[in-house]
């Protein structure tokens, strides 16, 4: 039996995963990324690199995606927490253009599972948050691309009211606010790095 507890989501593949944890007065263990665990949720994959990113409070990152060498992605945070959010770019998904957005934390210990061909972006929602994540293939600059995050089609609901959070202030990079609209992108021809949007 597996030690992950799995909660769906409306978007078939893209799974909130709560991992066993073991806890005593000396602190606390678990497992992440236990083969065997996984296999038994349906997410047989192999992590071939893992990411550590520290931000500070109001940083926003994404959308991203490769169009060439996707990555699935599991998303956990060591310190602090995010909000976390995946949009489903599978041509032929029901789901095609749907988000949804889930707060990881250290404290609830939450991850969550995004298969290859979704764009990904975050929220840091805590001063020093460090959000890990592991990855089915390795970054690529030069097929790394996305969707602007207040894309007006998507309508990402990031929450900054709940959060206490000034939409002025965020921290945004450059390359991040001049990403593509949702509308730029042909489904029939998105994940074709060949040709052009």
């Known amino acids: 039996m597996s030690k992950f507890k799995v909660i769906t989501t409306p978007i078939k593949g893209l799974l909130i995963i709560e991992p066993t ?12 990324d236990s083969k065997q665990d996984l296999l038994e949720i349906d997410v047989d994959v ?19 995606f490769q169009r060439e060498h996707t990555q699935g992605r599991l998303v956990s945070v060591a310190s602090g927490a995010v909000l976390d959010v995946a949009v489903d ?3 032929d998904s029901k789901t095609y253009g749907a988000s949804w957005s889930e ?7 939450r991850m969550l599972w995004i298969p290859e061909q979704f764009a990904h972006g975050f929220l840091s929602l805590e001063g020093s948050t460090e959000i890990i994540i592991k990855s089915t293939n390795h970054d ?20 900054f ?7 002025k202030y965020l921290n ?14 042909n489904p029939k021809t998105l994940w074709n790095s060949e040709i052009d949007i």
Do not use: C
């Open 172 to 185: 945004v990079s450059d390359r991040d606010k001049h990403l593509p609209i949702f509308r730029s992108w």
């Open 103 to 109: 707060e990881i934390s250290a404290d609830n210990q």
């Open 46 to 64: 192999e992590f071939i690199q893992q990411s550590s990113i520290k931000m500070a409070r109001g940083v926003l990152k994404g959308l991203h």
């Open 161 to 167: 009211e709940r959060y206490d959070i000034d939409e």
């Open 21 to 32: 944890v073991h806890s005593d007065k000396h602190g606390f263990f678990m497992n992440t």
């Open 140 to 159: 690529d600059s030069k097929s790394l691309t996305g969707i602007v995050w207040n894309d007006h089609i998507i309508s990402i609901n990031w929450q």
């Open 89 to 91: 770019l599978r041509p």
